[in-house]
């Protein structure tokens, strides 16, 4: 129970930091928006859903980079990483609270995302919108994880996409997949598998990801 | 309290610690003095447990929860309020009857009226006295300070002036700075480090 406790107050910490300084929302909605906008002329007239389906999972994945690469910004522009270590919470909380911060902006980007998706190109369907939520858990999990580890780095900028992208390549095969097929269950299930499986080892390994 | 035996400290080529050993008792006040480069803060950050040493050994006798570390960054995050700051860390540190301690330490501090401005406008020596703040919220056993007069005006130096004197033979404490000659009331022992 006080484990949940130390996630709901950093998570809170992360909202209400992104709240004051809307550093990543904003330009997580507007990217969004603009690469929808831009292939909407791009592409030739009245594209196929399966193009589009993939145009759509690509927009995602870098709006999702987009947040992840400033996820711990406050923590590395104010060393605030190491308060954060020295509590003496379980210091997989940072990781779960950062990764539920994640989610939450990645979400509301999506939001806006998915409708304009819509009006420029195909309907969305329920198995595309359950693949978007799958595939927001594993990407905000890994990510934030990798994350950690690039904001140590000087390469920071470099590193997080070239970590990330080859392990989102099971996400982007799985949420296709998903919002291709008549019959979406054993994708959706792919998915599932991969958020549990990443989860499980994000969260037992952060600690020595945060220990210099 | 810290027992260091042969402490040492790489990275990659460049060797910034090497060979250090002390003994701090429990309740003893040793102030780390050096010129710049010296290493002072890499120690400290061992001793708090922040960095691993790559040569020799650090001994804590104290939970990662009872040490309380001021460092270079006053580690609070600047678009939060003073009162959201601590009470973020009153929280991770499960502080009881957390707010009447935040209330107590702003006061001491000189920051009540400004509880509720955010970090990013205060000025150096403000920012100072909120991470003092930070630093004595959960009352630690082991109290490890980098430079804490770094941006305090005299004012704010006679506020830790007077919190240290009061905790002296208390609590422990490691502290490196320039001014020793300040701390000379303090001083149980000295570590001087070489460039």
Not at chain 1, 25 to 41: K, S
Not at chain 1, 171 to 186: E, F
Not at chain 2, 8 to 32: H, N, Q
Not at chain 2, 78 to 95: P, S
Request: proline fraction near 4%; glycine fraction near 8%; include cysteine.
């Amino acid at each position: 129970m006080r484990y949940f406790r130390d996630v709901g107050a950093l998570a809170r910490k992360d909202l209400l930091l992104e709240l004051r300084a809307r550093d990543t929302l904003p330009a997580m909605v507007l990217f969004v928006a603009a690469v929808f906008v831009v292939f909407h002329f791009a592409l030739p007239e009245s594209p196929s859903r399966l193009e589009t389906v993939g145009l759509l999972w690509v927009a995602i994945l870098f709006t999702a980079l987009l947040g992840l690469g400033r996820a711990f910004v406050p923590e590395r522009e104010q060393r605030t990483l190491d308060g954060l270590v020295l509590a003496p919470c379980d210091r997989s909380a940072i990781w779960l609270a950062k990764s539920l911060a994640t989610f939450a902006f990645l979400a509301a980007a999506e939001v806006v995302a998915l409708p304009l998706y819509a009006i420029f190109f195909h309907r969305v369907g329920g198995a595309t919108i359950a693949a978007v939520v799958l595939a927001d858990i594993g990407i905000c999990a890994v990510g934030t994880f990798l994350g950690a580890m690039a904001v140590a780095t000087r390469a920071r900028d470099l590193l997080l996409p070239l970590l990330f992208l080859p392990l989102a390549i099971p996400i982007v095969v799985g949420a296709v997949g998903a919002s291709v097929v008549d019959s979406p269950g054993r994708y959706l299930g792919f998915l599932a598998l991969y958020d549990a499986l990443f989860a499980v080892v994000c969260w037992a390994s952060f600690e020595y990801v945060v220990a210099e | 309290m810290l027992v260091a035996r042969r402490l040492g400290k790489r990275y990659g080529e460049k060797r910034v610690l090497r060979g250090i050993d002390f003994d701090l008792a429990s309740g003893g006040f040793l102030v780390v003095t050096g010129p710049n480069g010296s290493g002072k803060t890499t120690l400290l950050r061992i001793c708090a447990g922040l960095a691993q040493p790559t040569e020799g050994t650090i001994e804590r006798a104290v939970s990662r929860g009872a040490i309380g570390y001021l460092g270079h960054e006053p580690l609070v995050y600047r678009e939060l309020t003073a009162l959201e700051n601590l009470e973020l860390y009153g929280r991770l540190y499960r502080i009881a009857e957390r707010r009447e301690r935040i209330g107590m330490l702003l006061e001491r501090f000189g920051l009540w009226e400004v509880r509720h401005e955010r970090v990013a406008s205060y000025s150096r020596g403000m920012t100072q006295r909120l991470a003092l703040c930070r630093v004595l919220l959960h009352d630690p056993e082991l109290l490890v300070l980098d430079e804490p007069y770094n941006a305090l005006d005299e004012a704010g130096a006679e506020l830790l002036d007077a919190q240290l004197a009061e905790l002296r033979g208390e609590r422990t404490f490691l502290l490196a700075t320039h001014e020793p000659a300040r701390l000379v009331p303090f001083a149980s022992g000295r570590l001087a480090l070489a460039a």
